[in-house]
T-cell receptor, first 115, second 114 residues
Framework: DVKVTQSSRYLVKRTGEKVFLECVQD?????MFWYRQDPGLGLRLIYF???????EKGDIPEGYSVSREKKERFSLILESASTNQTSMYLC??????????????FGAGTRLSVL | AQSVSQHNHHVILSEAASLELGCNYS??????LFWYVQYPGQHLQLLLK??????LVKGIKGFEAEFIKSKFSFNLRKPSVQWSDTAEYFC????????????FGIGTKLQVIP
């Protein structure tokens, strides 16, 4: 089974802190994604990466950055956390070949509260 | 801009009722379509997908969806829902080929009453 592991289920941070959310996948997938999930807004793409050291902005990249130094790991960084970044953050990965190509596999999510 | 619209945000059904959740997309070109489901307390997971071929696709747990190109729709159906189908359902789309992002709809919460 594909496993996408997010380092924390719950995080509480203070306004202005730098926050790192880590995601690791074990299926050698090329593509990795970061979303935030908010009630009534669904999933919104923050950033995605289709290869090591590559990144593309999603629909709401402002206030976030990402890092992909290794194929299996994709980190989301909140440079200076703000209260409007309180949300559920979901990481996903997908492969580009085979019968399961372009199917996204999701982690359990990190619920971040910024106070 | 590419978008995915889900018409029903909250649906309440009794067990054994039939289900149809609407999904429309606005994409040019060839499109890949998905339905994902999130059961309470669980990860988002794939329910079914359409890439090409037969426009009627079958997924897990008795769900099916029909791709109607002329209507830009990909509605999800199930003839008889069960209490265990209570979940949030997300329609998603991407342009096929290349390094394409996926766009999700805002989701439909389905509550099935025993």
């Amino acid at each position: 089974d594909v496993k996408v592991t997010q380092s924390s289920r719950y995080l509480v941070k203070r306004t202005g802190e730098k926050v790192f959310l880590e995601c690791v996948q074990d299926m050698d997938h090329e593509n990795m994604f970061w979303y935030r999930q908010d009630p009534g807004l669904g999933l919104r793409l923050i950033y995605f990466s289709y290869d090591v050291k590559m990144k593309e902005k999603g629909d709401i990249p402002e206030g976030y950055s990402v890092s992909r130094e290794k194929k299996e790991r994709f980190s989301l960084i909140l440079e200076s956390a703000s209260t409007n970044q309180t949300s559920m953050y979901l990481c996903a990965s997908s492969g580009r070949t085979g019968g399961a190509r372009n199917i996204q596999y999701f982690g359990a999510g990190t619920r971040l509260s910024v106070l | 801009a590419q978008s995915v619209s889900q018409h029903n945000h909250h649906v309440i059904l009794s067990e054994a009722a039939s289900l149809e959740l609407g999904c429309n997309y606005s994409y040019g070109g060839t499109v890949n379509l998905f339905w994902y489901v999130q059961y309470p307390g669980q990860h988002l997971q794939l329910l079914l997908k359409y890439f090409s071929g037969d426009p009627l696709v079958k997924g897990i747990k008795g769900f099916e969806a029909e791709f109607i190109k002329s209507k830009f729709s990909f509605n999800l159906r199930k003839p008889s829902v069960q209490w265990s189908d209570t979940a949030e359902y997300f329609c998603a789309a991407r342009n096929s080929g290349g390094y394409q992002k996926v766009t999700f709809g805002i989701g439909t919460k389905l509550q099935v009453i025993p």
